[in-house]
């Protein structure tokens, strides 16, 4: 991972972290404690202004990222009740080109693997959704499957397709 660090004349630092696809988080610690995240979609973008936090709710926000609380498992090395298989919640970004359609033309699991156990949409929670279910940008599916299969979800959501893996 890389972090870029800087002086901001008059306001304090700016700290730039590289995410893993090819976003960048950045992070200005103003001298007064306030804090400001922004996201960049690329090196050359303008930064989009995220949040604002005062000094003890950066902290807080900073204990969470840093796992102080609560410690994510390494599930290569433990054994669960699911084997392989993870529950994620993702949403149906706006522009998806799912959207508009019922899960039995997006065929989700068919080209995922993934089996999607329950929508929510906004304060109704479907459950079990059948085919004829309608799809909509801003839904949360919940869905189980392996770590590749969510990845592909995540990736059919976004582009409409799936690249096959070797």
Known sequence: MVIYEADVPGVGKRYEVETGSGERAVVIVHHDGKRELFRRSSPDADA?????????????????????????????????????????????????????????????????????????????????PGAETTLEAGDILVSIGSRAEQDALDELLETGTVEESD
């Open 48 to 128: 989009e202004k995220l949040f604002e936090f005062g000094a003890e709710e950066a902290r807080q926000v900073a204990t969470s990222l840093e796992g102080t609380d609560f410690q994510p498992l390494d599930l290569e090395d433990i054994d669960v009740p699911l084997g392989g298989a993870v529950i994620e919640w993702t949403e149906i970004p706006e522009g998806s080109p799912v959207a508009g359609e019922a899960m039995g033309e997006a065929h989700l699991g068919k080209q995922t693997g993934v089996t999607v156990a329950a929508i929510q949409r906004g304060d109704e929670t479907f459950g079990n």
